[in-house]
Nanobody, 114 residues
């Protein structure tokens, strides 16, 4: 069955960096687009970035553009989210999502605080 397992979350100071990962299984990873979403306390889940299966085309929300980079390694069935220049408002649970499906990972907590 489809599984998405996030890892790499943690606590970091403002201005710091963190890389989170999403390891996938149970489907043809190289043919699938994958997204990252996040949910801050008391707020709705919001889309962060997506990477396509074709040409690794990536795009991100304006709120993280220039600071976050999404990438993938098809040999490891893994999608990464490199987060730089982190701000307190980046705090939340980050979820991996298989594009155009109901499959989500369990989430990984990212906390940006001094």
């Amino acid at each position: 069955q489809v599984q998405l397992v996030e890892s790499g979350g943690g606590s970091v100071q403002p201005g710091g960096s963190l890389r989170i990962s999403c390891e996938a299984s149970g489907f043809t990873f190289s043919s699938s687009a994958v997204s990252w979403y996040r949910q801050a306390p008391g707020k709705e889940r919001e889309w962060v970035c997506r990477i396509s299966s074709m040409n690794n085309h990536a795009n991100c929300a304006n709120s993280v553009k220039g600071r976050f980079t999404i990438s993938r390694d098809n040999s490891k069935n893994t999608v990464y989210l490199q987060m730089d220049s982190l701000k307190p408002e980046d705090t939340g649970v980050y979820y991996c999502h298989l594009f155009q499906t109901d499959y989500w990972g369990q989430g990984t907590q990212v906390t940006v605080s001094s």
